[in-house]
Nanobody, 121 residues
Framework: QVQLVESGGGLVQAGGSLRLSCAAS????????MAWYRQAPGDQRELVAA???????KYEDSVKGRFTISRDNAKNTVYLQMNSLKPEDTAVYYC???????????????WGQGTQVTVSS
């Protein structure tokens, strides 16, 4: 059973930064792709960023150049550095473990509990 625990969310003013962390346990972390999703009230959950086990990354268009996903296999942790935050980035952010093939991230049923990010204008 995979367990994912997110942390690092909070309230920040527009233009500010946050770094989210997701600690994984219960699986071979280094062999899996990881991703961050977000879900705002009334919206569907959307993929924000993904990273393969080899370090390849992809980003949702609206966060390109502002967000950076990274991983530390020694710590079984994936990060999301979020800079130049905007009010429209406000959402609950979730991490997911999955696979990454041909530039596409394939999610699994394993999710963390989520961490709230609120960006004030």
């Amino acid at each position: 059973q995979v367990q994912l625990v997110e942390s690092g969310g909070g309230l920040v003013q527009a233009g500010g930064s946050l770094r989210l962390s997701c600690a994984a346990s219960g699986s071979t972390f280094s062999g899996n792709a990881m991703a961050w999703y977000r879900q705002a009230p009334g919206d569907q959950r959307e993929l924000v960023a993904a990273i393969s086990n080899g370090g390849s990354t992809k980003y949702e268009d609206s966060v390109k150049g502002r967000f950076t996903i990274s991983r530390d296999n020694a710590k079984n942790t994936v990060y999301l550095q979020m800079n130049s935050l905007k009010p429209e980035d406000t959402a609950v952010y979730y991490c997911n473990v999955g696979t990454y093939y041909g530039g596409t991230y394939y999610q699994t049923r394993f999710w963390g509990q989520g961490t709230q990010v609120t960006v004030s204008s």
